[in-house]
């Protein structure tokens, strides 16, 4: 019995298929892959067709934390159970609506160089947080406008708190 | 030949610092035969330096202010252990001359400049009046005591762009280019609240900009019986922000004439300052090879390791000995450069996010080692990297014959290099080597900023391994899953369970 | 100057190896821009050599013979790889003339001498006549072809004490030093039965056993085109059962007068037996200067770094340009030795036990670093140290200015070395490090055995220091189980699931 | 309430009492104690009264093997009732009666150059053990006679697999 999953890495997706024999199959193109655990929980080594990898491997909150051959990729592998399941939810949500600036590191907000209501361009600083003794300026994703402003000047903040809610531009 | 007695001296030394320099100088101590005392913050308990160390002390919560910068615990466990002397390693104290007198007056023994010697090197704006004075070609900039309003019609008459500094301090901080002179206010604020920041002082200058030159700079040796000399040069032109990210010795720009010149220079300027131990002229270097001295370090440099290489003369020891009252082991003449040293730094930084600061636990830590390759570190695993220190976590140096056999060197170190637990910029200098500009050493300090897609520019695509191996540990993890509950289908909770067993964070 | 290109080119390499000179040797391809080929065996799947290669395939079965000696499946992977060369490392098949004529057969690169001039060199009753045909003086000892009986009444003829020396191979196997000629029989019985178990040929010579000699080496390099150059000596005489475990350069025993004597010597027998590619003379030096060639090793050696850490020269990058057809990049008068280095080999031997070889899982490794420390290894955490393959696992190596330099450089990273899991001779090289005679280099290749007690000639007693460590940890397991079973008492079976989860052996 | 241990160290005994402050009084003197553990099960920095040592520790068959800055140590820490119960079960095993000689690691048996009922000098080789391509001889720990030989030559043995027994001589 061979298993086939969508495998999607940074924004592709390809069609992988595990044979019964180990072998693996990607867009109709076969591998003998050897992959082989070593001491620990996360490292590996791949033998591909005799290509020699080093994997680093973590699955965390759903994707793998890929690290091979020093380069990182974050890889979402989904059965087809899944793959149904995510088809009846909709889509992904895209950069629409309201977006939550977070703090991306704990810091301290030395500047808002913006007001509420302002229009902003996308990669407009919007915070400048100072952490580990540099200042960091946090820009906008896409544009938009300036909807809501949740964090003070001088104020220290948390990793992942919302510092600035940036609405879309009325159209 | 100088020769070492293996005979474990009573001196003991206590090393005023934390992470990679503090392990350095521990190391230092241990072959000279010397005890060595650490001290640490509740962040650094179990680091490194304290494992290293033979002693070693509490002197208070993390933050650096309310320890590795309060001059009186660290006085205090001086006396208390018994120490002879205090290395200050670079950054924290080490161009306090208050420390520096603090530590005289408790009868120690100061491992630097004499504090007279550091408050007139180690202020920029009276450094370039003793430059001058000896006479070294400066930078034009302004004069010491203006403020924000003068300094901005000063900087009008000198005409853009100009270059606004810090007085004190050194790594970047409290710098800032400006070429519209609209930016020029808000940049002076940011400089000073920077430098008000990192060195207490947010006193700030203006200098002439000079574009596309290279930062080239002279490490000098100076004993206390009147002997000093230069150990050659290092470029540092690979800047991000002001801070040097790869450093190298020798120079791929400087040839043995413009060598001779500016250490010629670099040493006046030293004896006019009276400048005892170890010290870095640090000099802007244009196309045509003039060379306007910036300013100086009155202390020990992150990037020593690449003149020690060239040298083959270790300046962590010879600072030691000289502060001793021993003269320097070498005279001008012995020193012949050898080979090619290249250093990164490793900082734990994201690349691929814009260089932010990553904090998190090392989980793991696989060094580079083999032929030419030398690590500086203060990393074990288990570490916490977090926001009270400098983001710099490591450093490696390669060695090898030529420029060349160091660039490659340094390639295949740095595909060796594995941290796991926090992102580092790794990633980053392994496309820099790949760079065709880096590899024929064509950069000035402008590179980094003239060239902001480094990080996309070379990669070998390897999306379909890394595909693959995540689709058969998927597929793994789903058969034992099969397995473990009965083939009834997988289990969020039994899911949970394994994913748990397995959380080691890979960034 | 010699120059470097950074070009990857589309060579590729088959290392017919495992263990740390695989590392070695794959990171040379890598600084060349080389491909690498891994072979492995069952017990080397997950070795760092398959993981540090380009690609890897395996040859077989655990024991050597089925695997790293199988010439044919080397040669098959060879071919199905598209390799253009193959090095053999050191051992295995390094200096079988068989296996480097079936190389040449399969139309690949042989990176080593001819098989004509290995048949010559390698076998070591040739190698003495060649050497005596070019001058060069010799241990006298028994011409080829003797059966026991024979070696026996010539023992008796050259008088006590004697050496039984295999004619095939090195590193010590097959040797016994017989000072009893009642002895003898069974030393021949001994060595006989080694050689054959090492080699797979039992040939075994006499020679006059010269006491209290030093073991002094010259490192050859030579190409294609005539030309012929020695990097300076080595000196190995700290041996044990005739293995060396300590290696330095220069050595502290030899002057500029000998080594230019010792290096002429060594170039005119290499010139006479036509060696192309790395080589090394080993000599027997008495207390008079006088030296003896006692065999060739017609491959790259175990101790190779020292001399690459005082010439600057990468031996291995050199052996494979020179396999290409290269020139020399250096010719004699740019060899210039700079600073002292030594190498201890770290084996999975017990020290505290008479050396017995130590197996098990290898836990945790912490490796020195800083300046002036090399290390060369194949080792990983997860390794099984096996029964099968030489029990060397690492080589420290470290380069100071001095020999006073290096020894307490040495000494430091000795004590920054930790290997959990396996026991290995750390602790051995500790002592070493401190012994007054290895200090002075005041040693021959006796010294170890005049030295049998130098396991308990030294230690900072830390006895109470370690019992107080258990004890806490004794306390806190027990406050820990009267917690957890509700203070009833320590509960057995708490104390083991307890102990399950805690189960990493520390050797 | 303070707790009191015998803590034995090559051969050498100690009586150590762990305070309820966390602090450490062996033979009358008192030291602070701080000993931390590093990341995972094995490894600790100690700070006694200042002085820094390195400490990897692990409990095997009832002893803690103890790496103090790179160097080994064996030691027995017994609680008074462990201890009272020792005293009921009498006093250690010596080099007394019957000892078996076991291989200290697996390997290959070369040569017994002993003979059952021989008489044997301390230190004199029972058995020369290949391993590692190395011959080892297995020597008498102390004087006695060959009881009984239970391997071959040639034969492949077991880690810690009996060779032989050696008796006492007759007195």
Redesign the interface.
């Known amino acids: 019995m061979s ?1 086939t ?1 969508s ?1 999607y ?2 924004g ?1 997706e ?1 069609e ?1 298929t ?1 044979h019964q024999d180990g072998s ?1 199959e ?1 867009e109709g193109e076969r ?1 003998e ?1 050897d ?1 082989q655990h070593i001491s ?5 080594s ?1 033998l ?1 067709e005799g ?1 020699s ?1 080093e ?6 909150e759903g994707a ?10 974050e ?1 979402t ?1 989904e ?1 087809e159970r899944t793959k149904r399941l995510k088809a009846f939810q909709g889509p992904d949500k895209k950069l629409v609506g309201d977006l939550q600036i977070k703090a ?4 301290l907000v ?1 500047k808002i160089p913006v007001e509420i209501g302002q229009s902003i361009a996308a990669n407009q600083p919007l915070v400048i947080l ?7 300026e946090l820009r906008a994703p896409r544009a938009g406008i300036v909807k809501e402003i949740r964090c003070e000047t001088r104020q220290p903040v948390e ?1 992942h708190q919302v510092l600035l809610i940036l609405g879309e531009e009325p159209t | ?6 005979n474990p001296s009573s001196r003991k030394i206590l090393v005023a610092n934390r992470g990679e320099i503090a ?2 100088v521990i ?2 101590c ?4 010397m005890q060595s005392v ?1 001290v640490y913050s509740d962040a650094d ?2 680091a490194l330096h ?8 509490h002197i208070g919560p993390a933050p650096a202010v309310e320890s590795y910068l309060r001059i009186d615990k660290i006085i205090e466990v001086a006396k208390k ?1 018994g120490a002879d002397a205090v290395h200050p390693g670079y950054g924290f104290l080490a161009e306090n001359a208050a420390f520096a007198r603090a530590v005289e007056a408790a009868g120690l023994v100061f491992i630097g400049p004499s504090a007279e010697a550091m408050d007139l090197m180690g202020d920029k704006v009276s450094a370039r009046e003793t430059a001058i004075a000896a006479g070294v070609p400066v930078v034009p900039g302004s004069p010491r005591g203006l403020n924000d309003d003068e300094l901005i019609a000063f900087s009008h008459e000198l005409g853009f762009p100009v270059m606004v500094k810090a007085a004190a301090g050194g790594g970047g ?1 409290g710098m800032r280019m400006v070429h519209d002179p609209a930016e020029l206010e808000n940049s002076l604020a ?1 400089a000073r ?2 430098a008000k ?2 060195f207490g002082d947010d006193t700030v200058f203006i200098e002439k900009l000079i574009e596309n030159g290279r930062h080239i700079e002279i490490q000098i040796l100076a004993d206390q019986h009147g002997n000093c000399i230069y150990l050659g040069e290092r470029e540092c032109s690979i800047q991000r ?1 002001h801070q040097k990210l790869v450093e190298e010795a020798p120079s791929p720009f400087v040839d043995e004439q413009l060598r001779e010149r500016m250490g010629a220079v670099a040493v006046a300027a030293a004896r006019r300052a009276s400048y005892v131990n170890a010290g870095t002229m640090e000099f802007l270097v244009d196309r045509d090879k003039n060379f306007y001295f910036l300013e100086m370090n009155t202390r020990l440099q992150v990037e020593h ?1 690449v003149t ?1 290489l060239v040298t ?3 300046i962590v020891k010879e600072q030691i000995r000289i502060a001793f009252g021993r003269r320097l082991r070498y005279r001008q003449e012995d020193i012949r450069l ?2 090619h040293a290249i250093e990164v730094r490793i900082t734990a930084e994201d690349p ?2 814009n260089f ?4 998190g636990t090392v989980t ?1 830590i696989v ?1 580079p ?9 203060g990393m ?4 916490e990297v977090s ?1 009270y ?3 710099m976590i490591a450093k490696l140096i390669v060695h090898g ?2 420029r ?2 160091a ?3 340094l ?2 170190a ?5 941290i ?1 637990g926090v992102k580092s910029n ?2 980053f200098h ?1 496309r820099l080597v790949e760079n065709w500009n880096f ?1 024929a050493a064509n950069f000035d300090t402008g590179f980094l900023a003239a060239n902001p897609d480094l990080m996309d520019d070379w ?2 695509q ?14 793994r ?2 058969q034992q899953a099969l397995v473990m509950v009965g083939g009834v289908g997988d289990s969020p909770s039994q899911w949970k369970i394994d ?1 748990r ?7």
Chains 1, 4 share one sequence.
Not at chain 2, 369 to 377: D, K, W, Y
Not at chain 2, 462 to 468: E, F, L, P, S, T
Not at chain 2, 502 to 507: M, N, V
């Open positions: 298993t999953y495998t890495v940074d592709e390809l992988i595990i693996v990607v591998f892959v992959l620990d929980q996360v490292v590996y791949m591909m290509q990898h994997v680093y491997a973590s699955l965390e793998w934390r890929i690290l091979l051959d020093g380069e990182r990729y890889v592998v059965d991306p590191m704990p810091g030395v100072e952490a580990m003794k540099m200042e960091n990793l | 030949m100088p020769t070492n007695s293996l392990v350095r190391r230092a241990q072959e000279l035969g650490a308990r179990n304290v494992r290293y160390a033979n002693e070693a002390y252990s901080k940011g609240r920077e920041a990192a922000r390791p020690e083959g003369i270790d050898k080979g691929y996010a932010m600061p990553s904090v793991s060094e080692t083999g032929p030419g390759v030398r690590m500086e570190s074990y695993e288990g570490m926001l220190y400098d983001p014959d030529t060349g056999d660039v490659v060197r390639r295949r740095l595909r060796e290099y594995r796991l790794i990633p392994r590899q990669i070998p390897q999306k379909r391994a890394a595909a693959i191996a995540a689709t058969v540990l998927a597929h993890r789903r994913g067993r397995r959380a080691i964070h890979l960034w």
